[in-house]
């Protein structure tokens, strides 16, 4: 079961991360921004290709992931006065590639001398030939690239850059990655409302539990429960109350199947609920398999999920919860392992579960995190300029530290929990 344990595990945390970083992607690339790198987990690359200007990773440690967008960090190359770099030039006469050694790999590669070169807004770069004195000025394309330790890298004309964008694009950009979260959520609890079905409060019987007191009594799937002792039960909730109540006494069901009415006596089971004795005759609520009721069910989950997971994410700010509560990659691996053997259906509820939660805590107005921006943005807009780059950049560093902080404590306390 091990196995199917990883399995499930690394496809849980592959969607929740994929998702979340799609959004980020899909709305980076609707406003023009450049993405550098689309990456699942962290660490050492252990796949990657390129398509579309981007590289899309998948790295050694399932911590996270990111959307490496142009602007965001030092990813600009400074060309200074003196140094010499190759030309490579297309039919156009526009530089396709800037060459910093290997000049000898380029065959009719223009070797300059840089006088002036701008990269981000007028896409120049003017120069000296070797035994030339004439100053000779480039067009560089836009998508250009630089060539550098065998490494090439994509020029970000300031354009193409994340801090060019309007206020409204960056926002919607990083909210993104939280929405998808709750989208995801919302899909799968109506995919699983469709396939489980979604419980309706009728007082009819659902599937009938091998063994049970229903069973034993005769009780068959769909029979409509009119009254229990007397009792009208015009919902499945009256008929829960009242099973509930008579734990090891005979109460006395009316019932219609089909056109027949009859009486049927059964025993309801004891079952303890903490300190509180229950009864119950082994049946589930009956369930209906619409497409409305499932679009239905899945806002409800999704809304009832959320609160649950932010009225504890109060009580954890608050100080209510204790630090050892939290789960990090561990937590979730044991998680994992303990519904694999429910089948698909409680694999799919836990990834829903764990997409609200992976959208909420994101939208902590915490530094590094997404809500964490979202805030510098909103002082943004408040004040009606940009905070600096290089102070809300050293904010957020500091804030990605004690995050990577935070993830080893709570691990460390999770294989103490688990493994020790």
């Not at 959004?23 to 550098?36: D, P, V």
């Not at 000898?104 to 004195?133: F, W």
């Not at 005759?281 to 497409?291: A, D, H, M, R």
Request: hydrophobic letters at 45%.
């Amino acid at each position: 079961m091990e196995l199917n344990t990883a399995i499930a595990f690394i496809l849980i945390f592959g969607a929740l991360v994929f998702f979340h970083e799609l959004g980020h992607l899909y709305f980076a690339k609707r406003a023009g921004i450049l993405c550098r790198e689309f990456a699942i987990g962290f660490g050492p690359k252990i796949f990657s290709f390129e398509k579309n200007e981007t590289v899309y990773t998948i790295r050694l440690l399932p911590l996270g992931g990111y959307v490496r967008m142009a602007g965001e960090d030092a990813d600009t190359v400074e060309l200074k006065p003196g140094k010499k770099v190759g030309l490579v030039l297309n039919e156009k006469d526009e530089v396709v590639k800037l060459v910093f050694d290997g000049y000898e790999k380029y065959p009719n590669v223009r070797v300059i001398e840089v006088e002036q070169a701008d990269l981000e807004h007028n896409l120049t770069i003017s120069g000296y030939e070797e035994y030339e004195e004439e100053l000779q000025t480039f067009r560089v394309n836009e998508k250009a690239r630089i060539i550098t330790a065998g490494e090439e890298i994509q020029i970000a004309p300031y354009n193409r850059q994340f801090g060019s964008k309007k206020l409204g694009q960056r926002a919607l950009t990083i909210f993104a990655g939280p929405a998808m979260n709750f989208i995801l959520a919302f899909v799968i609890f109506v995919i699983l409302g469709f396939v489980q079905g979604v419980p309706v409060d009728k007082p009819m019987v659902g599937k009938v539990m091998d063994n049970s007191a229903a069973q034993q009594a005769g009780l068959k799937e769909n029979d409509t429960i009119q009254a229990i002792d007397g009792k009208n039960t015009s919902t499945w909730k009256d008929v829960v109350t009242i099973v509930r109540e008579n734990p090891n006494k005979e109460i006395t069901l009316q019932v219609k199947r089909d056109n027949e009415q009859f009486n049927v006596k059964v025993t309801p089971t004891l079952d303890k609920e903490g300190k509180e004795e229950v009864g119950r005759i082994g049946v589930y609520s009956p369930v209906e398999k619409t497409v409305m009721g499932s679009i239905k069910s899945g806002f409800e989950q999704t809304y009832q999920w959320t609160k649950l997971i932010f009225e504890s994410l109060v009580k954890l700010v608050t100080g209510q919860f204790s630090i050892n509560e939290l789960s990090g990659p561990v937590g979730i691996y044991n998680l994992t392992d303990q519904v694999v053997d429910y089948g698909f259906t409680r694999v799919l509820s836990l990834a829903a579960v764990l997409s609200i939660n992976l959208g909420l805590f994101n939208l902590l107005p915490v530094p590094a995190l997404d809500g964490g921006r979202l805030f510098f943005f909103l002082i943004e807009a408040l004040r009606g300029k940009p905070i600096d780059r290089q102070k809300e950049g050293m904010v957020h560093f500091i804030g990605f530290a004690l995050l990577m902080l935070l993830m080893l404590v709570v691990t460390w306390n999770d294989i103490r929990k688990f493994f020790l």
